[in-house]
């Protein structure tokens, strides 16, 4: 900061920013503009140094720059220096920790999302241009605004988003443990999810659902919960197949074995959520009516969608499975013995 090329950089900093597109020209002048004035101000009273520079003194040598930037940083006030100045750590600490520019720009300040991203890419990306020039000690510089509302609406966006992606990655995982290592039914069994998950963003998009701080942690649930009955069909039916049952036979005892439970707990959630619907709290009525869709949509993919796709693509779903990954035999080698004839399996549940 105190070298005559940090100051002669942070000068033309200044006159870039006065000429930029953005740039209110009613502000307050530059700090450093500022600066340079107060050095070139007359000797007088108690002040005998840091003054009666001349414009021809600038950049001034990094001993003068130094005990001068922190004479003043002593002396200024908010008056004199604005919201910006020269920021030490404590008092007679002689490492300047930061220098804050202040600006105002001819941007009218929106709460819309569009608009305050716009005005932030367009400032970053100028100031990226600035900084390829900028001395080793300024190269760091960024820029704040009132980006409060602007940036909680990011990160409730960018956080939807993540959870949405590690909640599917995580059930991907989980599936494909529970189809016993069948990547054809955990790859069917994935289509499922996301399914239900866009057919429910969807409707709560259409019935103008956005993403404020309620829905976001509501719909950060959806993949977590959309899972269930798909994972417990897709567990049914591999482990139908690993024990010899044909494709058509595996959908059958997965719809007998867990379609009574899963049909029973999809329709207790959705009178529980039914029931707050009723709630006059927004959070209790959202998440309601966030219930009611999620298990109308995962019980009605996972039975009417996943079951007859894994019946259709049966034997494709037989050859990419593993079955049992301890103690048996994998993929097409399940259905032919160890000279390649055709094994029967006469098992039934």
């Known amino acids: 900061m105190y070298s005559e090329e940090a100051q002669q950089w942070l000068s033309e900093f200044c006159a870039s920013v006065e000429s930029a597109e953005w740039y209110n020209s009613n502000s307050n002048d530059c700090l450093m503009d500022r600066f340079v004035a107060w050095m070139e101000t007359d000797c007088s009273g108690s002040q005998t140094t840091c003054c009666g520079y001349n414009a021809s003194d600038f950049p001034y040598d990094e001993a003068v720059a130094e005990t001068c930037i922190r004479k003043a940083a002593e002396l200024s ?135 404020s701080v309620i829905n976001s942690v509501i719909f950060s649930c959806a993949i977590g919960m959309s899972i269930d009955f798909v994972a417990h069909l897709s567990h049914a039916f591999g482990r139908s197949l690993a024990r010899g049952l044909a494709p058509l036979e595996a959908v059958q005892f997965s719809i007998i074995v867990m379609g009574p439970s899963v049909t029973a707990a999809a329709l207790s959630t959705t009178i529980a959520g039914g029931v707050m619907l009723l709630s006059v709290t927004l959070f209790y009525y959202s998440y309601g009516l966030f219930l009611v869709y999620v298990m109308l949509f995962s019980w009605s993919y996972s039975v009417f969608f996943l079951v007859p796709l894994l019946g259709v693509a049966g034997p494709i779903v037989r050859w990419c499975g593993c079955g049992d990954m301890v103690g048996q035999r994998c993929c097409a080698s399940k259905n032919q013995d160890v000279h390649g004839e055709d094994q029967e399996f006469n098992f039934r549940p």
């Open 77 to 211: 006030t908010d008056e004199d220096w604005g919201p910006g100045g020269f920021w030490f750590k404590v008092e007679g600490d002689r490492d300047l920790k930061a220098l804050v520019l202040t600006f105002e720009s001819n941007i009218e300040f929106s709460e819309v999302y569009a608009d305050s991203r716009k005005f932030d890419n367009k400032l970053t990306k100028w100031l990226d241009k600035e900084l390829k020039s900028a001395p080793k000690s300024m190269e760091k510089a960024f820029f704040v605004s009132d980006f409060e509302f602007y940036s909680l609406q990011d990160a409730i966006g960018t956080g939807a988003y993540e959870s949405a992606v590690a909640a599917t990655v995580i059930a991907v995982l989980v599936l494909l443990v529970m189809s016993r290592f069948n990547l054809c039914v955990t790859i069917f069994a994935g289509i499922t999810i996301g399914s239900v998950v866009v057919s429910i963003t969807g409707l709560l998009a259409f019935q103008g659902w956005e993403l």
